[in-house]
């Protein structure tokens, strides 16, 4: 259960966060082991309201980088865990933090502690720590999920500039347009109709659309919302609906194919990291499975699996499933031959992440000039539907 408490420490100083306990007296003992005074505490009905809250990644990737060098340097486990609660200022995750401690004192492992907290490491990351407790390659098995983290907000931060512009002159384009068509475009239309003037059929378009955002300017903001809570509503009830909108989204021009490679990108990552960590090739996949994010290529990854089970190679299974091209399964098959799958998986993982980088520098520069071109037009029009028949009215008057 999660409690709301509120304790004070040695100094006095009060604190307030969320603690996972069985009751009040658990609660009370675990605050004391953070060297706090359980003033009052309150059952949380709710974790949360959109789900559960998860830890900001560079909080994760600190953890992992500080975790594998106190392990490389013999620090045990738990005195480690103890010195980076005591540095962490994320609340949340030092209380995550100090349960994991507890729970490796009651006789878990790191791995067993961490399954408790499937809101904040993920399954990718348990099997990964449970396979370097197994191999004792526990820093190492560190270092490769602080560099996958690492690499994961990365490209957060790059798709993230990707979507920054176009959204920023989406904006833009929307004020203006209904700016104009709400206000300005309505006192103009009085002016030229007051003229008794033969409209051009561009000019009676866009009184039609001017008139049409006046009288139902509400529809506006309303629209795009019911469109978003009703299509989310169909995907997550229907099956099909949400493998068909996994579909769309990798067939969408520009946008789909780097979609693609980003989520090819991390599923070879991460099937290296496991399968380096000792992981059997059908455990790696059938975990990678959860991370890639979309429907249609976890059924490829399902197909791939069920042929590797029957008795075909990795390569030939990726092959069958059209997952990834013919230089990527030939890399495939060089590594398999070779006995050195682990390595082909980093190359493939490398091979992909260069490529989304570059990909995703031209689809910036394609995007940038499209939109500006796009709302100049768009304002051209508004523009020339209005001024054409004031500036055909004024040559048309007698001099």
């Not at 561009?202 to 506006?220: C, G, K, P």
């Not at 980088?357 to 029009?381: H, N, Y």
């Amino acid at each position: 259960m999660l409690f709301d408490y509120k304790a004070v420490s040695a100094e006095g100083r009060m604190t307030t966060g969320r603690l996972d306990a069985i009751n009040l007296i658990d609660l009370e003992m675990r605050l004391k082991r953070m060297e706090l005074d359980l003033v009052t505490g309150k059952l949380v009905e709710h974790r949360a309201l959109f789900g559960p809250r998860g830890i900001p990644r560079p909080e994760l990737i600190n953890f992992c980088f500080h975790l594998e060098q106190l392990t490389r340097a013999g620090v045990p486990i738990l005195d480690g865990l103890t010195d980076l609660r005591d540095s962490i200022e994320h609340p949340r995750f030092r209380e995550v933090v100090a349960v994991l401690i507890e729970n490796i004192e009651g006789g878990q492992t790191l791995s067993q502690a961490m399954e408790t907290h499937p809101d904040v490491f993920s399954q990718v990351f348990i099997n990964l720590i449970r396979a370097g407790e197994s191999s004792g390659q526990l820093p190492e098995v560190l270092e490769r999920i602080g560099e996958s983290l690492r690499w994961e907000d990365e490209l957060a931060a790059n798709t993230k500039k990707l979507l920054l512009y176009p959204s920023f002159v989406a904006i833009v384009v929307v004020i203006a347009s209904v700016f104009l068509m709400t206000f300005m475009v309505p006192e103009l239309k009085k002016f030229v109709k007051a003229m008794n003037f033969q409209l051009p059929p561009h000019t009676r378009a866009l009184f039609f659309i001017s008139d049409l955002l006046v009288a139902y300017w509400y529809v506006l903001p309303l629209l795009p919302l019911v469109v978003i809570v009703a299509g989310n509503f169909i995907i997550r009830r229907n099956p099909i609906a949400r493998v068909r909108f996994d579909g769309l989204k990798l067939r969408l021009p520009v946008v789909g194919p780097i979609l693609k490679k980003i989520i090819l990108s991390r599923f070879a990552g991460t099937f290296a990291m496991l399968y380096a960590a000792g992981i059997p090739v059908l455990e790696s996949i059938r975990t990678t499975q959860n991370i890639v994010g979309n429907r249609v290529v976890r059924k490829a990854l399902e197909q791939a699996e069920q042929a590797i089970r029957e008795g075909r190679n990795v390569a030939g299974a990726f092959h069958d499933a059209g997952l990834f091209p013919p230089l990527v399964v030939r890399m495939l098959r060089v590594g398999e031959n070779s006995g050195a799958l682990d390595r082909a998986l980093e190359n493939v993982s490398y091979f992909y992440t260069r490529d989304v980088k570059e990909s995703v520098g031209k689809a910036q520069a394609l995007i940038e000039p499209a939109l500006t071109l796009f709302m100049g037009f768009l304002l051209g029009w508004i523009m020339l539907s209005v001024i054409g028949p004031i500036y055909d009215i004024i040559s048309k008057l007698p001099t």
